[in-house]
Nanobody
Framework: QVQLVESGGGSVQSGGSLRLSCAAT????????MGWFRQAPGKEREGVAG???????NYADSVKGRFTISQDNARKTLSLQMNSLKPEDTAMYYC???????????????????WGQGTQVTVSS
């Protein structure tokens, strides 16, 4: 089992920055991909960014050039640096981890087994 706890959400004005963190505990050595997802009210949960064990990242087109995903060497902390935030980035953000190996870290929900409880990000115009 892997436990994930997100932190770092909050309220910010358009153009501002936030950094999200995800603390991973348990059997983290079995995970091969970790990712960030978000869900706005009335919308489907969507993949934002993912990262493989070797550090290979993958980003949704909507956040490329603005968000950066990273992990520490022990893979105990996953981070998401969010710059140039827009009102449409407002959502609950979730950390996820999965065991399956892919060429690129997936941005779909199905490959991810473990999920955190989420942290709210609100961007005002």
């Amino acid at each position: 089992q892997v436990q994930l706890v997100e932190s770092g959400g909050g309220s910010v004005q358009s153009g501002g920055s936030l950094r999200l963190s995800c603390a991973a505990t348990g059997n983290t050595w079995v995970t091969n991909s970790m990712g960030w997802f978000r869900q706005a009210p009335g919308k489907e949960r969507e993949g934002v960014a993912g990262i493989k064990r070797d550090g290979t990242p993958n980003y949704a087109d909507s956040v490329k050039g603005r968000f950066t995903i990273s992990q520490d060497n022990a893979r105990k902390t996953l981070s998401l640096q969010m710059n140039s935030l827009k009102p449409e980035d407002t959502a609950m953000y979730y950390c996820a981890a999965g065991n399956t190996v892919f060429a690129l870290p997936p941005l779909s929900r199905r490959p991810y087994t473990y999920w955190g409880q989420g942290t709210q990000v609100t961007v005002s115009s």
